[in-house]
């Protein structure tokens, strides 16, 4: 079965300094892996997707078949960074959505 | 671009009685949205797939009878949750597949505020 796995319920560091949210799957094809990001009383907003390979607002992500692994890192993090972080897979052609458990990510001053 | 509202933003009702949320897809049109139940400080989970024109497809576990979907035209479907009970209070979040933005990704789900329902 398909599997999304967010170890971290809460994240907290300093403005400045790195920040890795760390995601892992589970699924035996080929899966389309996304970070999705709600802040504070939004909507959840896709963040980003393996398939760009983009930078977005300093995150970046690379998907590791071998380790089963997308994890999300930014080099110096931001307090507007703070925000729930949710790890999302698609099997189906972006039909469905399998989402970890969610990463709270608090930066403070 | 690809803005979802669902309406109501929040809802109370009493237990026995039937709520209807609204899920719509404002300036672009989705044959397909996806209905999810998020408990507190849990993730989201698929309910159900809504597809214009058909039946909804259930996830296993979701009682098709309890939680009707209608999906009648390209902008709105709609969850009813029939004959509430405490435990169906959640916040209930859709999404809607619309046209991928830049960045070579064909179609993107874009959510809603999300509903929040509490039943007393």
């Known amino acids: 079965a398909q599997r999304v796995t967010q170890p971290e319920k809460l994240l907290s560091v300093f403005k400045g300094a790195p920040v890795e949210l760390k995601c892992n799957y589970s699924y035996s094809g080929s899966p389309e892996l996304f970070w999705y990001v709600q802040y504070s009383r939004q909507r959840l907003q896709l963040l980003l997707r393996h398939i760009s390979r983009e930078s977005i607002k300093g995150f970046t992500a690379d998907l590791n078949k071998g380790e089963t692994s997308f994890h999300l890192k930014k080099p110096f993090a931001q307090e507007e960074d703070s925000a729930m972080y949710y790890c999302a897979l698609s099997y189906t052609g972006f039909q469905k959505l399998v989402f970890g458990t969610g990463t709270r990510l608090l930066v403070s001053p | 671009g690809a803005v979802v509202s669902q309406h109501p933003s929040w809802v109370i009702c009493k237990s026995g009685t039937s709520v209807k949320i609204e899920c719509r897809s404002l300036?672009?049109?989705?044959?397909?949205m996806f209905w999810y139940r998020q408990f507190p400080k849990q993730s989201l989970m698929l309910m159900a797939t809504s597809n214009e024109g058909s039946k909804a497809t259930y996830e296993q576990g979701v009682e098709k009878d309890k939680f009707l979907i209608n999906h009648a035209s390209l902008t709105l479907s709609t969850l009813t949750v029939t004959s509430a009970h405490p435990e169906d209070s959640s916040f209930y979040i859709c999404?809607?597949?619309?046209?991928?933005?830049?960045?070579?990704?064909?179609?993107?789900?874009?959510f809603g505020p999300g509903t929040r329902l509490t039943v007393t």
């Open positions: 300036d672009f049109q989705a044959t397909t």
């Open positions: 999404s809607a597949r619309g046209p991928g933005l830049a960045g070579g990704l064909r179609y993107e789900q874009y």
